[in-house]
């Protein structure tokens, strides 16, 4: 019956997803358009380590459609219990952590898809992508994936308001993902903040992809600390999102 | 054939509840409620905003836990068996807990699977729903593009889909006109033994109910069938608005065979022999007197009889399930 629903609830998301006209055009032009604006504005100013910004930003464009479809795929949650359909999944049988599976893995899922879809520009970055290390982002998009939906679900499941979620967002999310050398390189930053890139798990996650992308990069902890450091966040967000999930309280009654 | 242990499964009540008590916060939303329910009976609460239905609902659906009491539902301990209960009830809320993205056919699939149904039985009762609901023609449709009736028809099916042996309805009629109410409660009485618990604050609805049980601030004022409750007020209500009501109330007040108030600036006689004293009433107040009215006593006078106060539906109330279906 879990696995069932899970996957009822799962296949939920990715449709209504598709669905929502306004949603899929926002979510697959969006990053594009970053991109493009920032590469080309910073194409001849800034080349971090020496990479064309064009390349560097492409690794931190596919962190940053993860965390932001993570975002409003959970955002969902809130209005799910506006709208009551939350309730109607409540009473019924299931155990709530299959609520919470279904949720993680079906935001999860929209976001490796919209990444996968952006790594098709990949030639006109400049990066050249063999079979091996296609599969590699995709198992490091994965696993962020998962760690950003399992925050973002953990989040807006104790939230009220989606406006109230928008302003943790900007609070929380953009923060890690501003630090975590998606956007530019931490190494040379501030001593006040040079410290908080190794406490961002996000830090992990776009370094971990920068390595499977670029190969070596320096000023960027090693491959296996970035797998180990964004596995763990993945493992932690996940409990995280399924413990909220299973407990009862009166909020998710009303 | 039905063996004696069938028999007494049978004759016991869907549903026992004893000291029931809700606080939130410091805030006591239930009060020593307790009741019983009969299987294949209709039981309504009613009771207005704050009268404690909702937390009523919400326990007995389990979407919130125990404080203090007990309750059996179908021989289950609420307590402990929370998840063996919902596999053998329904929930319809008040607020629309269908995907208005998604078609009827769709929704029925989703709450199928949370139910563990799959493949030919899902096909096989999503069919039987959608023939017991009527919506065989609209099952292709968004539900977001149905009317707010055949919304909550859907809900019904939904509810349906796992077979329930009782069904909570939560104001579930709220914002449906009376054509769309009556065709609710058609489907729902279509189904075989079936136990309906429902919490309304719409008289004609309450009237639905096999059993009544009225609530005010977390209590229990009165509980029977709806023809006990009013026989209970007795006799016949007359209701006068006019001036000096209160000189009025002096000079019949010992000859009103039942009670004789003044509530909300409206002087309310009850009893056997009010009739008789129109004419009196008339010929020595006539010329202060707004209104006159002579009626049966309704659920309303029931509340009214019980708690000294009138059973007052807020806009909130009426309007609240609109308000949810708008917003969308």
Redesign the interface.
């Given at each position: 019956m879990m696995m069932r629903a899970t996957i009822a609830l799962w296949h939920r998301e990715i449709v209504r997803f598709l669905r929502d006209r306004s949603r899929l055009t926002g979510s697959l032009l969006q990053p594009v358009i970053f991109w493009v604006l920032f590469s080309g504005a910073l194409h001849g100013s800034f080349k971090p380590g020496g990479v064309d910004y064009g390349q560097y930003f492409f690794v931190g464009t596919l962190a940053m459609i993860t965390l932001f479809t993570a975002i409003f795929s959970t955002i969902t949650v809130i209005e799910d219990r506006k709208e009551g359909f939350l309730q109607g999944v409540l009473v019924s049988p299931v155990p709530r952590s299959a609520i919470a599976l279904g949720k993680i893995l079906g935001g999860a899922t929209l976001g490796l898809g919209l990444a996968v879809l952006f790594l098709l520009l990949a030639p006109f970055a400049g990066v050249s992508l063999g079979f091996t290390t296609v599969l590699a982002t995709l198992g490091v998009l994965a696993l962020l994936a998962v760690a950003v939906t399992g925050m973002g679900f953990a989040l807006a499941w104790v939230m009220d308001s989606t406006a109230g979620y928008h302003g943790i967002m900007m609070l929380v999310f953009m923060p890690m993902l501003l630090l975590s050398g998606a956007f530019f390189p931490m190494e040379q930053a501030h001593a006040a903040l040079s410290w908080v890139r190794f406490v961002n798990p996000m830090t992990y996650g776009v370094g971990a992809l920068r390595h499977v992308v670029q190969g070596e990069v320096a000023g960027v902890p090693s491959l296996t600390v970035c797998l180990l450091g964004t596995t763990i966040f993945a493992l932690l967000m996940f409990a995280l999102g399924t413990w909220v999930a299973t407990r009862r309280s009166v909020r998710n009654a009303t | 054939m039905t063996t004696p242990e069938a028999t007494a499964a049978t004759a016991a009540p869907a549903v026992r509840a004893s000291g029931l008590r809700f606080d939130?916060g410091e805030r006591c939303a239930l009060d020593d409620v307790g009741f019983e329910i009969a299987s294949g009976s209709a039981h309504g609460f009613l009771g207005p905003n704050g009268s404690g239905k909702s937390t009523l609902f919400?326990l007995l659906?389990?979407?919130?836990?125990l404080q203090a009491g007990d309750v059996q539902m179908l021989g289950l301990d609420l307590r402990t068996q929370s998840?063996a209960i919902?596999?053998r009830?329904g929930?319809v809320?008040?607020?629309?807990?269908?995907?208005?993205?998604?078609t009827v056919t769709?929704n029925l699939?989703?709450?199928g699977?949370?139910?563990?149904?799959?493949g030919q039985e899902l096909r096989s009762r999503m069919d039987e729903v959608l023939a017991a609901t009527r919506l065989q023609d609209r099952a292709r449709d968004l539900v977001g593009e149905l009317s707010g009736g055949l919304r909550r028809r859907v809900e019904i099916g939904?509810c349906l889909l796992g077979r329930p042996e009782i069904v909570l309805l939560d104001e579930a009629s709220t914002g449906l006109d009376p054509v769309a109410r009556a065709e609710m409660w058609e489907v729902l009485r279509a189904q075989d033994g079936l136990t309906v618990l429902f919490t309304t604050h719409l008289m004609d609805e309450a009237g639905e109910a096999d059993q009544l049980t009225l609530l005010d601030e977390g209590r229990i004022i009165a509980a029977g069938t709806p023809d006990e409750l009013v026989r209970d007020v007795g006799g016949q209500v007359l209701e006068i608005e006019g001036d000096d009501l209160p000189a009025l109330l002096e000079s019949v007040r010992d000859r009103v065979a039942g009670s004789a108030q003044l509530v909300d600036s409206v002087l309310r006689l009850e009893g056997d022999n009010v009739p008789q004293l129109v004419p009196e009433i008339m010929q020595q107040h006539g010329q202060g007197i707004r209104r006159l009215q002579l009626s049966h006593p309704s659920l309303h006078d029931v509340f009214l009889h019980k708690t000294g106060k009138r059973f007052v539906v807020t806009a909130s109330d009426e309007s609240a399930g609109k308000k949810?279906r708008r917003?969308?």
């Amino acid at each position: 019956m879990m696995m069932r629903a899970t996957i009822a609830l799962w296949h939920r998301e990715i449709v209504r997803f598709l669905r929502d006209r306004s949603r899929l055009t926002g979510s697959l032009l969006q990053p594009v358009i970053f991109w493009v604006l920032f590469s080309g504005a910073l194409h001849g100013s800034f080349k971090p380590g020496g990479v064309d910004y064009g390349q560097y930003f492409f690794v931190g464009t596919l962190a940053m459609i993860t965390l932001f479809t993570a975002i409003f795929s959970t955002i969902t949650v809130i209005e799910d219990r506006k709208e009551g359909f939350l309730q109607g999944v409540l009473v019924s049988p299931v155990p709530r952590s299959a609520i919470a599976l279904g949720k993680i893995l079906g935001g999860a899922t929209l976001g490796l898809g919209l990444a996968v879809l952006f790594l098709l520009l990949a030639p006109f970055a400049g990066v050249s992508l063999g079979f091996t290390t296609v599969l590699a982002t995709l198992g490091v998009l994965a696993l962020l994936a998962v760690a950003v939906t399992g925050m973002g679900f953990a989040l807006a499941w104790v939230m009220d308001s989606t406006a109230g979620y928008h302003g943790i967002m900007m609070l929380v999310f953009m923060p890690m993902l501003l630090l975590s050398g998606a956007f530019f390189p931490m190494e040379q930053a501030h001593a006040a903040l040079s410290w908080v890139r190794f406490v961002n798990p996000m830090t992990y996650g776009v370094g971990a992809l920068r390595h499977v992308v670029q190969g070596e990069v320096a000023g960027v902890p090693s491959l296996t600390v970035c797998l180990l450091g964004t596995t763990i966040f993945a493992l932690l967000m996940f409990a995280l999102g399924t413990w909220v999930a299973t407990r009862r309280s009166v909020r998710n009654a009303t | 054939m039905t063996t004696p242990e069938a028999t007494a499964a049978t004759a016991a009540p869907a549903v026992r509840a004893s000291g029931l008590r809700f606080d939130y916060g410091e805030r006591c939303a239930l009060d020593d409620v307790g009741f019983e329910i009969a299987s294949g009976s209709a039981h309504g609460f009613l009771g207005p905003n704050g009268s404690g239905k909702s937390t009523l609902f919400r326990l007995l659906s389990t979407l919130v836990s125990l404080q203090a009491g007990d309750v059996q539902m179908l021989g289950l301990d609420l307590r402990t068996q929370s998840a063996a209960i919902r596999r053998r009830i329904g929930v319809v809320f008040q607020s629309p807990a269908v995907d208005q993205k998604l078609t009827v056919t769709e929704n029925l699939r989703y709450a199928g699977a949370l139910l563990g149904l799959a493949g030919q039985e899902l096909r096989s009762r999503m069919d039987e729903v959608l023939a017991a609901t009527r919506l065989q023609d609209r099952a292709r449709d968004l539900v977001g593009e149905l009317s707010g009736g055949l919304r909550r028809r859907v809900e019904i099916g939904k509810c349906l889909l796992g077979r329930p042996e009782i069904v909570l309805l939560d104001e579930a009629s709220t914002g449906l006109d009376p054509v769309a109410r009556a065709e609710m409660w058609e489907v729902l009485r279509a189904q075989d033994g079936l136990t309906v618990l429902f919490t309304t604050h719409l008289m004609d609805e309450a009237g639905e109910a096999d059993q009544l049980t009225l609530l005010d601030e977390g209590r229990i004022i009165a509980a029977g069938t709806p023809d006990e409750l009013v026989r209970d007020v007795g006799g016949q209500v007359l209701e006068i608005e006019g001036d000096d009501l209160p000189a009025l109330l002096e000079s019949v007040r010992d000859r009103v065979a039942g009670s004789a108030q003044l509530v909300d600036s409206v002087l309310r006689l009850e009893g056997d022999n009010v009739p008789q004293l129109v004419p009196e009433i008339m010929q020595q107040h006539g010329q202060g007197i707004r209104r006159l009215q002579l009626s049966h006593p309704s659920l309303h006078d029931v509340f009214l009889h019980k708690t000294g106060k009138r059973f007052v539906v807020t806009a909130s109330d009426e309007s609240a399930g609109k308000k949810k279906r708008r917003r969308r």
